[in-house]
């Protein structure tokens, strides 16, 4: 990860964003895009439990 990614996620997160990061290595062959769907579904599910 370079610096600048590392900033943007900093910023981010300064903002109130809640952000997740995997990395490739972690990633591995799942398919990064499915894995970013289910990440959202089951965050909102657990959002909608504890608000």
Known sequence: MTEAQRQAIKELRAAGFAVVIFYPDEVGDADAS???EILVQRGNEL???VL
């Open 34 to 36: 499915n894995l970013e």
């Open 47 to 49: 959002l909608d439990e």
